[in-house]
């Protein structure tokens, strides 16, 4: 399976440049940090400050990529290779977990293995440098642990799950939910004195992190906390100024990732037809179900870390990939056991037959013909143009000792210029006073304390517009000097001086 899945993912990868996106560069950057010795720092970024946000273990895996072919860009072929085999071994452990612990037939095993495997979204998270490969493979792990420890809930066995469930949760955060599940099913099993021993593990694996992800948060300057930070302060500063709107906001994140799910499960279904697949989602439930009269860690582990994505404030269907073949599973089996259940009532069975043969006569041809068609890739083609014209300006028209903001391509600036760089927006995504991106002082703020002399504009100007307009109109003509412009983006120089920052800071 894993072979073929290889063989599958060759015949669709392209190669992207590392920082298209946000993470993708970040993790290069500390990768490389790594590497070098620096430790989990943002070097590139101004003051070069601790990286608290991103678990250390797929950075680590990406240094010693740097390790052993240390020039850029020439290793950016293996950097952007690795998920490939990632994925691929992923697929191949997740039918090994379903024969082996499931028990099921190696047949359906490897039929549900390759369903899953087909969708394009998971196919996207391995064409970049992005953590969710190797969280998925971690994630399989964990779970196989965790059903061999349920069975049999030894000290050997309880090492094993806390392996295996703290690589994942420093691969991803939402490795906690495997932890947390894998002691939730020993308490439901009865087997207290295994559990109080997962739980203690657990804690010795989640404080290390915890503390110091939590002190390096409070050690960034105020102005790069939110983009720079982790999400737990972020988390717990939201509930407490704020606990309606949290809520509010909690409402909304479920149903959007109720719509993400469904877009997982019938790729390429959009709008109002989306909701018809509404009756997937009891069905995937019972086959959960299903899976927990195995091993109970299965359940709890996806629902809690359904509950944190809701929860989570940056939004993308990407984060809900690693799931995705867990979610199949359960879609699969819940539909068998309808149709086992229902034996002898001949309209519920052709209903049941009849739905779940609509969801695979879509979910399969939509997803070859995505994978077919580029279109895991698509959006990357232009966010890898956007980077390429924005190295190019960079290059061309500023200083070598510049310091270049920009909201999302700035790692990717970093790596390919090497200027100095830092994220040039707040994030606020519960704001309803100001746009997600702060307003024009919170940015003038931020840019002053970083020093920043230059600044890439990107999506036409939505993020930075008010900002600089608010600078033309309050300080001498050629304070802000466009140097570069192509469609979507432009760099400018900062020429102010603390005269036009006093004026552009007061309130209106």
Excluded at 30 to 51: H, I, N, Q
Excluded at 179 to 193: H, K
Excluded at 245 to 263: E, M, Q, T
Excluded at 302 to 324: K, N
Aim: overall charge positive; charged content about 15%; hydrophobic content about 50%.
């Amino acid at each position: 399976v894993a072979l073929a899945l290889l063989v599958m993912g060759l015949s669709i990868w392209e190669l992207f440049p590392p920082g298209i996106w946000h993470d993708d560069g970040v993790y290069v950057l500390l990768g490389r940090s790594l590497a070098r010795g620096e430790g989990l720092r943002y070097v590139g970024v101004v003051g070069s400050p601790l990286a608290p946000k991103f678990p250390p273990l797929f950075p680590a895996l990406l240094a010693g990529v740097w390790w052993v072919f240390p020039t850029f860009p020439q290793n950016t072929l293996l950097l952007c290779s690795l998920n490939l085999l990632l994925l691929a071994g992923a697929g191949g452990l997740f039918a090994a977990f379903l024969h082996r612990v499931l028990r099921l037939s190696p047949g359906l095993a490897t039929g549900i293995a390759l369903l899953a495997w087909l969708s394009p979204s998971l196919w996207r998270t391995a064409l970049i440098p992005l953590s969710e490969p190797l969280f998925l493979l971690l994630l399989a792990a964990s779970l196989w642990s965790a059903a061999r420890m349920e069975e049999r809930p030894g000290i050997p066995q309880v090492l094993l799950f806390l392996a295996a469930a703290g690589a994942a949760y420093h691969a991803r955060t939402l490795g906690v939910a495997v932890l947390a599940g894998g002691v939730g099913a020993l308490l439901l099993r009865g087997r207290r004195t295994a559990s109080l021993w997962a739980l203690a593990g657990a804690t010795g694996l989640l404080l290390p992190w915890m503390l110091w992800s939590g002190a390096a948060a409070a050690a960034l300057p105020p102005s790069l906390r939110d983009t720079l930070g982790s999400y737990g302060g972020w988390l717990s500063g939201q509930l407490l100024q704020g606990p309606g709107a949290f809520l509010l906001f909690f409402g909304a994140n479920s149903v959007h990732l109720l719509g993400r799910f469904l877009s997982l499960l019938l790729p390429g279904v959009v709008g109002l037809p989306l909701w018809l697949g509404l009756p997937l989602v009891p069905i995937c439930v019972l086959g959960m179900r299903e899976a927990g009269r195995t091993t109970r860690t299965l359940p709890i582990a996806v629902g809690l870390a359904l509950v944190v994505l809701a929860l989570w404030p940056f939004q993308d269907v990407r984060l809900l990939t690693p799931f995705h073949p867990f979610l199949v599973l359960g879609t699969v089996l819940g539909f068998r056991r309808l149709l086992v259940l229902w034996r002898g009532s001949p309209w519920r069975h052709r209903t049941v037959a009849g739905l779940g043969g609509g969801w695979l006569l879509v979910m399969i041809p939509m997803s070859l013909f995505r994978l077919g068609s580029g279109w895991p890739g698509e959006s990357y083609r232009v966010r890898a143009e956007a980077l390429q014209e924005a190295v190019r300006a960079v290059l061309e028209k500023t200083p070598p000792d510049a310091v270049v903001g920009a909201p999302e391509l700035w790692p990717g600036i970093h790596l390919f210029t090497g200027r100095t760089v830092v994220p040039s927006a707040p994030f606020h995504p519960l704001s309803r006073e100001v746009p997600s991106w702060g307003s024009p002082q919170e940015q003038f703020r931020l840019w002053i304390e970083a020093g920043v002399t230059h600044l890439l504009v990107e999506d036409g100007g939505r993020t930075h517009g008010e900002a600089l307009d608010r600078v033309d109109a309050l300080c001498p003509p050629g304070t802000v000097q466009l140097l570069d412009m192509v469609p979507g983006q432009f760099l400018v120089r900062l020429a102010w001086d603390r005269a036009c920052q006093g004026k552009v800071l007061a309130p209106d």
